[in-house]
């Protein structure tokens, strides 16, 4: 684990240095599309994406960014998706939650809570029936749980054995509706996956070395043709829904629970356990930051004829 450990600690401080810059400069109103920052939840997605292979798919959803910077995406596309210019990865079309990239095999986020999950599902079998191995990965809130189509979903993929490896991103809200007023106490998702025959377990999601072990598992398990695995990790988003601000005065969620989850910040837990000079660390990946920044403000905005684009770029 220590030749990883450093791997997983740089990578979500690289997440949380792009999101930090996404969120100073918003204001600016360069980025004409919401953005909803994974601050907080870095370690899920880091954790899930190095032990992943790059064959393996990804499906999103409208909290993208860490997902598919964490499955090795290109920086200066998607700050340029984000900017709405056409050396973005959709050609600047889609915006920071449409994030498709092939060359990534990230088959795609979509804002339409629920959505992409039975499109990653549908991956999956595609994947089985073409004799593969490759496991799908699809990232979905728990309140995407709470969506009809997860239940089919989880169905589908039990019956057929589908490679799939279902992440839920358990951070207590729904916008700003906590866990409580949207379902039962009894509600146990964990138990839900099982009760379709589906391998499920939870884990400590600000935890980047437990998510990692409990993810590499579940990918033998499921390359060995057993069927699909459903993880819950428990998190906590540190700004608002939607956008770069933080929101622990509005009221729907407690100062005392914030500041609890604050302490418990992902990337702080795992500085402890890697050795190294962070000084340099930070300022080799703000170096690159910037560039990125720079290479999406001077790239030009999409023309109307689309065709011309997908060849140019
Ligand atoms: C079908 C549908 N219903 C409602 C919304 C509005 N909406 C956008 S994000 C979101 C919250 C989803 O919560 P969760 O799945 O837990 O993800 P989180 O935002 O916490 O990461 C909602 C309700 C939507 N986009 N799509
Ligand atoms: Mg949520």
């Known amino acids: ?22 969120a100073n400069r918003y204001h600016e109103q360069k980025m004409r599309c919401p953005v909803h920052l994974s601050i907080g939840q870095e370690a899920v997605a880091v954790g899930v994406c190095k032990a992943a292979l790059h ?14 910077l964490a499955k090795g995406g290109n920086l200066k596309r998607m700050l340029a998706e984000i900017y709405g210019k056409r050396t973005g990865c959709c050609l600047g079309r889609g915006g920071s939650m449409h994030l498709v990239d092939l060359s990534v095999n990230m088959y795609g986020s979509t804002p339409i809570v629920g959505g992409s999950i039975p499109v990653g599902v549908g991956i999956a079998f595609h994947t089985l029936l073409s004799n ?6 699809i990232f979905l809130g ?8 997860f239940a089919e979903s989880l169905n589908f993929a039990a019956l057929k054995k589908l490679p799939v490896l279902f992440v839920c991103e358990n951070n207590l809200y729904s916008v700003y509706s906590p866990l409580s007023v949207r379902q039962s106490p009894q509600r146990d998702r964990v ?3 099982r009760a379709h025959g589906i391998l499920a377990k939870t884990g400590y999601g600000n935890d980047v070395e437990e998510v990692y072990t409990l993810v590499q598992e579940a990918f033998t398990f499921i390359r060995a043709g057993n069927g699909p695995v459903f993880l819950e990790f428990d998190t906590y988003r540190h700004r608002e829904h939607c956008g770069p601000n933080f929101d622990n005065t509005l009221g729907y969620r407690s100062e005392e ?20 000079d962070i000084k ?11 560039e990125a920044f720079a290479f999406a403000e001077m790239s030009p905005y999409p023309s109307f004829n689309a065709d011309e684009e997908s060849a140019d770029v």
């Open 55 to 68: 064959s393996d798919y990804l499906i999103s959803n409208h909290r993208a960014h860490a997902h598919y």
């Open 191 to 193: 138990a839900l996956a």
């Open 280 to 290: 340099k660390m930070q300022e080799d990946l703000t170096q690159e930051i910037e």
């Open 132 to 137: 593969k191995t490759d496991v799908t990965i």
């Open 142 to 149: 728990e309140g995407a749980t709470e969506e009809g189509v």
């Open 257 to 276: 629970e914030f500041v609890f989850w604050e302490k418990q910040c992902p990337i702080q837990l795992q500085q402890k356990r890697v050795q190294t």
């Open 1 to 22: 684990m220590i030749a990883i450990s450093l791997d997983l600690y740089r990578e979500m401080l690289r997440i949380r240095l792009i999101e930090e810059a996404i």
